[in-house]
């Protein structure tokens, strides 16, 4: 539980639970007896629509760091698509402790459950509308996340079956289009990044228009980014720059929606990278209900 | 800026810079010299919808963290609405900062102006549809909130001209159904609240019904909220307590839509509380662009 | 232990150890041997003088954090008053740990049950000399807390029978003469209040004349906070107040000694709050000795 | 200021802010507007009774973390006696920050400020009575401090005129009473410390009777602490003990009040330690007044 | 500077003081008067043998953080090579600061020194023997830093001429022996780590023997590394890997001494990795003196 | 294990952690699935050269940290000899945990072990070259550590037989070149060295020729460091030194070299403290490999 599913959680959770509670649940404590606050109580998390579940680790942990001797079990795991109306799993602990936790229990599970939810959608889309024998066509997230809980929403992306791209500035080589907006041509660019940029990290680059993206092909590029290019566009450029170098990594992003995926799954690229994800998917309705 | 518009602001938005920038920003070290990203650069928001501005200050004070002669110049105020396709404002720092910062001013940025644009609808339409003479209507957010932004979200909804319900576990005193389904009647857990909660709080609890309601406006609850009842139950039921005690603080949350605001907004209680507003309103559509 | 008696204790229990360890026992590590520092030794509390216990949560947690496999018998619960001469508990842990923490201990233990023996005695006092029928009249401390130490000290009261005021600035509203000082009327700065304030909160205001309070009363403040006013002025006022509203709180404070409290308790007032109990008590004179 | 009066200073005023401020000062808030909140406005720290001033630079620092631009102008300097009815210092600010602070810089400097009074008074008493040619005669604190205070106490004890016994269990060499309880005899015991000890400290023992200071002073101590022992006692021991070694260190300790000073002042030893100086010394009665 | 020359660089650096000043320095306090320790002196740093000089931004800011009045002159840049005997540079600062930060200014500098000397003569000696027209060849450090020093030991490899490798297990994949260990074949590995990778990063895989990097050449990695080969199995080796793939990126390590590299800069490999470099690299000796 | 080896040591090891594992161990991750990552796996510590084993706490607590069912079984225990060519001890854990783990313990194993070994060597050749009777002679590292290491490293120094100096500017009263150069006579900077100091610390200076230690001596320091000078004058120096005052404690260093050892373990002193113990020890050869 140290490193996964996320390294060094529980100082995190710690510093939420702190947001919630402060300095301690007033109305617990004025309404209930010492007691009565230890009471094991046990409480459903209940799903008000389908989706795919993520945050299960999170809610254990957090309950487990108010109450150790806590329990949870799960009626479906981490991952797994749980039907609308279904029981999703049974919390136990002291009453106190169920009480405190429980508002932000919901808010992550239902949050991370409703980016692994769209993140599935996307990616059974793919699924089902790539044609056989082509190269794996990846569903990642974008840096549009927000802030504090980025480690939060890539785990919901790969939980709902996407894969996640660069962590942050550190966490890979990206040349955007602010770069080039104060920086030489394409070439002088990429000749640079190559003498300077870490080994470790392909040389990606984002191109706006055809004629770029042939220019970073052409100057040893790693990787290209086709940013917010009609499908048309981007078809013919895909045809153009495979047949330059067949093994150069393709990535197209902006304005990737559930709509144009059929189309776009049709494309021999590598990544389609959905910003949407992260920063704007509704949450999922699950509730949680006291048991008696 | 030490204690507005959040107390100790700068150790939470070091904390967002890290998350986004970590070891360094690899890709501006690989392709700019040192004079290079000391440039002074200007970039502009640019609004591709209209939209209530909030996170202003987040922004400036995000880039004076990192380039202390950074500045902004903002065509719109915080909490003002801004037309569709306008410039919101000019960022002007130093190349290497400014594209360290963009990604994260814009996460928070749009983030913040999708709450307070949210928000401002409700407060607008409320406004708009209350008889005059009636007691003043509030909306307020609730506390699903995304954790670590509680801060930032409730501000937002300031902003948008909404007001904040209680700040955490710590900040009021609410009687909630997971309460009396563990607890005694409804003037039992009123009386014992009495005689333990700190004075400066009011008292408020939760009905889910209108039996529930009026017990507890007869033993003394300071402030009911009324849950997920429908609009004929709640006109008929505000009107009896209203009758019985005049001045009693009157809560109205569960599903309260845009589209409900206008029958709501008739009703003689104080407070609608709104949980969408902070965990699912969508990003405002702003973008970031250097400018030559 | 997570919650209570006050939440997430153990990282301010850590760094008062720290502040008294530092880099290591010097005197331990220069005179004991190894084997020597793991002996299990015994230590009691003795009680010089009769006192409310309060502390044994915490001296039991600092044991443990430094000896997981320490112990604590008490023959007093936290609250309890024990005589004096009396052995208040026997503490069992490794030697060089209880000689780590014997210092700690003390410090906490004696300050808070100085704290705790204080308030007991003003709430048996107060409960002495109440007449009978009256409403509840509760002694609370205020915000001459001694910096760092809030959170320890407001539960030394609530473990010596009082209760407490407003935590913080944030956990209340309280508007003070200072406020008044550069504001308007009375009357306004209740509307302003009113218009503003979240709905969770009770609006108190101090009252320095009896024509600040009356002007209160009918302008819709919740709670007065009667501010050093002698007793007989006192005494005609609060009937004032209650005939014109008799359900508003009223709170008295300002030099309030346990030579006045007789006469204070005839009032018809609902909190008694006084900074002494916390700002300057005397610690509780007990002491720990190693047992052979 | 990174060094003086207290290394390291700002992020513990931080905490003493955090804690009294949290989420924000609702009551400021709520009754002024932001322009009225920028209003400069002066107070003036007045003293109620005489004493020694100490926490001004504290107090100036608080206001500066929160107020840049802030002031203060102060009629007695640090470590000053301030007569009573005088004003002690003007201090110019913001209103909402003046506001914020207020509270803390008071709980804080006449905290500090009844340290420094009670420690000047051991000083004075002790100045007078020491005979004129004997060797100088510290008065010191010990480690009975309050738990987050010791760094600020011991600093208010030096301004009061005291000087400091050991910081921590880190910054010094004292072997005592539950040392020996499970250890040998005195002489081996401090062959031990003085084989293991770290060569920059002295090896101080404390003895309880008599016999175990001479036996200390045969074998090697640098200093002795002579505890709890009756006048009559001490002088015999403290001739017997300089007769033997001239230059041991000596320290008196144990109920060590102003009253016995005149006497104990003539004893031929170098240090007294009192507990009583910073675990019940109360507050110096000092308010703080907004001006017009 | 918040960026650069290392992100967040203050809090560490303070961290660093601490560790050295904790709670103030008791000589400076002890001999010097207030008006003494605030006396502006200079010291200079002096070469008692030739290097590479690094850690030039440290120690300014390190003096900044404790008087903002301080101030540097060098006479030799960041990374440039200094001769033996000369002055370096000069600090003017307040005594009592200078005091304090003239140790750990020293430990840093001449630690940061000793590694960007020694990258130094790495880089010097590969550029002076790698035959010309042959791909450029990249001296890079490890993971063998010092825990808590990686962020500086890696910058002073950069200072030194030579760059990084992957920053820390988040920052790159490298199947290593260990993991092959309890592996499938090389194959396998492979497959699996193409498929799971995120796609900003290369594919290296460690290889120990010839038929390894073969294996690994054929079926995809990005990058080999060939560890611990003696130098004609390297040479011939090498040829075979890049007849197969030109552009295989080739990282040679393991007993990479000076005295090698004339040989080892023949071969047609991109990188040379080093651990020598930071975990046992001599201290440059340099000295600070104080100045009349 | 919260107090020794080193107080609050957990933190530190978390730090150390985070610093190499950062958001998680991508190649792990990517090549081996979830039931792989969870196998049980042993490793084995080989020594690659005899030394004096350190830092086996630090590895076992940074392995249970992750691992809390991890384990290890050391052949040779903390501070003994190991030889060359033997396994020194062998660790279990689950393989996610090892190979996140294996780097970082190495990196402090080899680091401790290296300055343990050369402290075992100074320790070892005094032993050899002290003639019997003497007193005893310690050698002691200086302040001259690698920033963030100190505690590791002086625990290291006693891990090898060494003792330590003080531990930073708060642990010892010890007068300078440099205080010495911006200040009065050595006599005068005792005296007022004597006044201030607190108590529990000897009064250390530094002597920089014969003729201010004999003024040291006379004028009553405690302890004088004689720095830098050659054998002959030290040993005709101590004689004098002795002679006037026999307990004065001694203390040599600059230069100290094996070579030197033997004359110098003949001098009638107490201390010789030893730089490069710390600052430039060698890496012990260790290695880490996977058992099958």
């Known amino acids: 539980m140290m490193l996964e599913p996320i390294p060094f959680l529980d100082e995190v959770l710690k510093e939420f639970l702190r947001e919630d509670i402060g300095g301690g649940d007033l109305t617990t404590l004025a309404v209930f007896s010492e007691s009565e606050?230890?009471?094991?109580?046990?409480?459903?998390?209940?799903?008000?629509?389908?989706?795919?579940?993520?945050?299960?680790?999170?809610?254990?942990?957090?309950?487990?760091?108010?109450?150790?001797?806590?329990?949870?079990?799960w009626n479906y795991g981490e991952g797994e698509v749980y039907?609308?109306?279904?029981?999703?799993?049974?919390?136990?602990?002291?009453?106190?402790?169920?009480?405190?936790?429980?508002?932000?229990?919901?808010?992550l599970v239902k949050h991370l459950s409703g980016i692994a939810s769209?993140?599935?959608?996307?990616?059974?889309?793919?699924?089902?509308?790539?044609?056989?024998?082509?190269?794996?066509?990846?569903?990642?997230?974008?840096r549009k996340t927000l802030p504090g809980l980025r480690a939060f929403q890539k785990y919901a992306v790969r939980?709902?079956?996407?894969?996640?791209?660069?962590?942050?500035?550190?966490?890979?080589?990206l040349i955007k289009d602010n770069h080039l907006a104060v920086s030489r041509s394409v070439r002088g660019i990429l000749e640079t990044a190559r003498r300077n940029a870490p080994h470790p990290f392909r040389?990606?680059?984002?191109?706006?228009?055809?004629e770029?993206?042939?220019?970073?092909?052409?100057?040893?590029?790693?990787?290209?980014?086709?940013?917010?290019?009609?499908?048309?566009?981007?078809?013919?450029?895909?045809?153009?720059?495979?047949?330059?170098?067949?093994?150069?990594?393709?990535?197209?992003?902006?304005?990737?929606?559930?709509?144009?995926?059929?189309?776009?799954?049709?494309?021999?690229?590598?990544?389609?990278s959905v910003g949407a994800l992260t920063h704007s998917s509704p949450d999922a309705p699950i509730r949680l209900d006291f048991l008696d």
């Open 37 to 73: 606050r230890k009471t094991i109580v046990k409480a459903s998390l209940h799903a008000e629509k389908k989706g795919t579940l993520c945050g299960t680790p999170f809610a254990e942990r957090l309950l487990r760091i108010l109450d150790p001797s806590s329990s949870a079990k």
């Open 159 to 173: 939980v709902g079956g996407g894969q996640n791209h660069r962590y942050d500035l550190h966490g890979g080589i």
């Open 203 to 210: 040389i990606e680059i984002e191109a706006d228009t055809p």
């Open 83 to 107: 039907p609308e109306g279904e029981t999703i799993g049974i919390l136990e602990s002291r009453l106190s402790d169920l009480l405190a936790a429980e508002r932000l229990i919901l808010n």
């Open 212 to 272: 770029q993206a042939m220019e970073a092909c052409q100057f040893g590029a790693d990787a290209i980014l086709l940013d917010n290019m009609p499908f048309p566009v981007l078809a013919e450029l895909v045809g153009h720059l495979r047949s330059n170098r067949r093994e150069i990594l393709l990535e197209v992003s902006g304005g990737i929606t559930l709509e144009r995926l059929p189309q776009l799954a049709t494309l021999d690229v590598d990544v389609l």
């Open 118 to 142: 769209l993140t599935r959608s996307y990616v059974d889309r793919v699924n089902a509308c790539r044609p056989s024998g082509m190269r794996p066509l990846r569903i990642t997230e974008t």
